[in-house]
């Protein structure tokens, strides 16, 4: 296999790439040194100048980012709406900044953002295309980070999001300048005016257009389940079909104008590639559009033949500029997806004929989906942790359907518009197509709906399915040896246990939820959630991301019935709780018990007890001071939850607290109505953790609780910084504490991380 320069072009962006990650310090002069020294190697400064690209590229980007100083800052930005969501009263903006400026003196510049994502709930007439004038409170594109779940904070990156926020009303939006004209904008409103029914329309404009915004929730929802994702947005697959189509015909008119030499014409390849860079255009090209359209014409250059590379070349030239062009593509899951399907099908089709007749194409089409589907099953389950059991079927028909009939029928459509009644044919066809396949894949979802794997399961089943296609794939093995590494990796799965906790253990991690708290613990077999996180004013609830449905509780406990404690309540509705407590006089939305000072029990070896609130009337306390305190203790190691209850309920329950204290999770996120000189005096925890949001509008932690423990010389962890913070308690239990987002160089004074309260 000859990959000549192709291979180390790619290996040069990628390199680039993950170096402006890093960003190493000495990056620029170090380049600059290897360029003197390789300055009369050509190929060498090549290399060097590919790598450059792509590392300015990364580095430019994480300089774009609005810089903390200016967060919760109102801005002025300039630009234009570039996608546009509307979810009930509000709308969601990606809006391209042009100009930027802080509206109070003295601040930092914010001239280098280029996207932000935005929420607006003021009720303006928003168009993509649009030119306005915005007043917007930012923050920098950071997410939840917690183990085993979305990283919103990555997405926003690898989308090049610069800074989140919403639109403010005061200073007033202003309309600059009217949506230029654009012909994906007027088809799609072509389109809105077309006798169809919403489904069809909506699956017309994300295959033809790319316009997968117009696919809501639901959709997404039976894509994901059915494994057929890749068929509805604009992919390799349907900008390779143009292409192809293209093709075919302008070598039919070839044939028929040079009879004798329409074999050597040049011009149908040019008119292929022109066709699928025009279908890109069309489609936005967005990162996804151009990753097909780079892909698609090194396709088109290797099966033309001339002065040709060979496929592997194409595959590693084409990686790398894809890379070189869009480095933010490297943090994506799609490049990869794309790439790595790609390979296998180089790997399986080398050295094979071209099938023939009926039957060859029919077994061509399912053996290629057979031995695409474990390791795209793999890939996707690394990528997303989930698969859908049913998709290696389903694409059996979801893939010649969409391909050879829909997408053909839908683009025809596109072509006759100018003469309705033959594009409403065409489309009307296609609606009737889409309803069936809609039909086929519910039913499908239905019969194996999509499973998504502990974490634990994740690695041995991703590696048992690449290995199973690679035994299938790779040419030269026996029948025999792959029949048996088959059944033997198959099985392999099953087998594993998943990590136990021990008798007498138990873990506790405290959810980065933002401006809420909702704390886990689980024992050898039980589960036990104390708050359940907050709800936002566009009803998004954080508890919702943490765990896939099914879930069960033995028991749930919400410390009064604030909205930043209570308000996830809701999404366990998706789960099964044995038993909900909570203060009495408390309204939590679902029927509870009464927690009550005394009431304690044992799991697995591990000691639980209500410290607060007493029995009876508990109207006298304000609902903060009602609150439930949990106490917690294995192995002599011991962890308090007290809710939001104040320095006043702190003095009451100082004699009950039996020391030395493991682990205390910081009353009322932080506030400086709770943890007072006393308390904390006292208790002298060895490791403190506050439940606070980033740039949390209350200042949580608040100095003066964040200097009285420094001053105990506790260890100090905040979700807002440190993500999810895993505690430990009991005897031969793993390390005593972690965060998700360890800091960079580590924490200050060894283990402990140095925590400041928020400005």
């Excluded at 088959?486 to 799965?493: A, K």
């Excluded at 740039?695 to 105990?712: E, K, S, W």
């Amino acid at each position: 296999m000859r990959t000549g320069l192709a291979m180390p072009l790619a290996v040069a962006a990628l390199s680039g790439a993950a170096l402006g990650g890093l960003s190493p310090p000495g990056l620029f002069e170090a380049g600059a040194l290897a360029l003197l020294v390789v300055a009369r190697q050509r190929v060498w400064v090549l290399l060097l100048l590919t790598l450059a690209l792509a590392a300015g590229q990364v580095l430019w980007a994480r300089q774009a980012q609005l810089p903390q100083g200016l967060s919760g800052v109102t801005l002025r930005v300039e630009g234009r709406i570039v996608s546009l969501t509307r979810e009930g009263d509000r709308a969601r903006l990606h809006f391209e900044v042009k100009d930027c400026q802080p509206l109070e003196a003295n601040r930092l510049p914010c001239n280098r953002l280029r996207r932000i994502r935005l929420s607006a709930f003021v009720a303006d007439d928003w168009e993509v295309g649009e030119r306005w004038a915005l007043s917007v409170r930012l923050r920098p594109p950071r997410g939840f980070a917690n183990p085993h779940t979305f990283d919103y904070g990555a997405w926003l990156w690898r989308e090049g999001i610069d800074a989140t926020g919403y639109v403010r009303r005061e200073p007033a939006a202003v309309r600059l300048e009217a949506a230029r004209p654009s012909l994906r904008r007027m088809a799609l409103a072509h389109l809105d005016d077309q006798v169809l029914d919403d489904s069809a329309r909506r699956w017309l404009a994300a295959l033809t257009l790319g316009a997968g915004e117009r696919l809501n929730a639901d959709d997404w929802a039976l894509l994901n389940a059915s494994g057929t994702t890749h068929l509805m947005v604009i992919s390799g697959l349907h900008v390779g079909l143009v292409a192809a189509f293209v093709l075919l015909l302008a070598r039919g008119g070839a044939r028929l104008v040079t009879p004798g030499r329409w074999r050597m014409a040049v011009w149908p390849w040019w008119a292929a590639g022109v066709a699928s860079v025009g279908y890109a255009w069309l489609a936005g090209l967005e990162p996804p559009a151009m990753r097909a359209m780079l892909m698609t014409l090194m396709g088109l250059w290797v099966t033309s033949g001339r002065h040709a590379p060979g496929a592997w070349q194409g595959w590693w030239l084409a990686l790398a500029l894809v890379v070189a062009s869009d480095p933010l593509s490297v943090w994506r899951p799609g490049l990869w997806l794309s790439f790595v399907a790609v390979a296998l099908l180089i790997l399986i089709w080398q050295r094979r004929g071209r099938p023939r007749g009926v039957y060859g194409w029919c077994w061509a089409l399912v053996r290629t989906q057979l031995l695409l589907a474990p390791l795209m099953a793999a890939a996707v389950i690394l990528a997303f942790a989930r698969v859908a059991p049913v998709a290696p079927l389903v694409n059996l028909v979801a893939v010649p359907l969409v391909s050879m009939l829909m997408v053909p029928l839908g683009l025809l459509g596109w072509l006759l518009v100018g003469i309705p009644p033959l594009a409403q044919g065409c489309w009307g066809l296609f609606a009737w197509l889409a309803g069936g396949l809609e039909a086929l894949l519910v039913q499908a979802v239905a019969w194996l709906p999509l499973w998504e794997p502990a974490p634990w399961q994740v690695l041995p089943v991703a590696t048992a399915l690449g290995m199973i296609s690679m035994l299938w794939a790779l040419p030269g093995l026996e029948r025999g040896l792959r029949v048996t590494g088959t059944l033997l990796l198959g099985v392999l799965p099953t087998v594993l246990e998943p990590p136990a906790i021990g008798e007498g253990q138990v873990r506790v991690r405290v959810h980065d939820v933002g401006q809420g708290q909702v704390v886990e613990l689980r024992t050898a077999t039980h589960r036990l959630l104390y708050d359940t996180g907050p709800r936002f004013r566009s009803g998004f609830m954080p508890l919702a991301m943490l765990w896939p449905s099914g879930q069960v509780f033995d028991r749930v406990i919400v410390s009064h019935d604030d909205l930043d404690h209570a308000g996830g309540v809701p999404a366990l509705a998706d789960h099964r709780v044995q038993d909900y407590r909570a203060p009495s006089g408390e309204i939590i939305g679902v029927p509870f018990s009464p927690c009550r000072a005394g009431e304690a029990w044992r799991w697995d070896g591990v000691d639980l007890r209500f410290l607060w609130p007493p029995s009876g009337d508990n109207a006298r306390w304000s609902s903060n001071d009602r609150s439930c305190v949990l106490l917690v203790e294995a192995g002599g190691q011991r962890l308090l939850i007290t809710g939001d209850v104040g320095n006043d309920i702190e003095r009451r329950l100082l004699r009950q607290v039996p020391l030395p204290l493991q682990g205390l999770v910081a009353g009322h996120h932080g506030s400086r109505t709770s943890s007072g000189p006393q308390w904390v005096t006292e208790l002298s925890p060895r490791h403190v953790i506050f439940s606070a949001g980033r740039d949390n509008a209350f200042g949580h932690p608040h100095d003066d609780v964040v200097r009285r423990f420094r001053r105990q010389r506790s260890c100090l962890w905040n979700t807002a910084l440190d993500g999810a913070v895993t505690l430990w308690l009991g005897d031969g239990a793993a390390a005593p504490v972690a965060g998700t987002r360890p800091l960079p160089g580590g924490g200050v004074e060894g283990p402990c991380h140095e925590v400041e309260s928020q400005p």
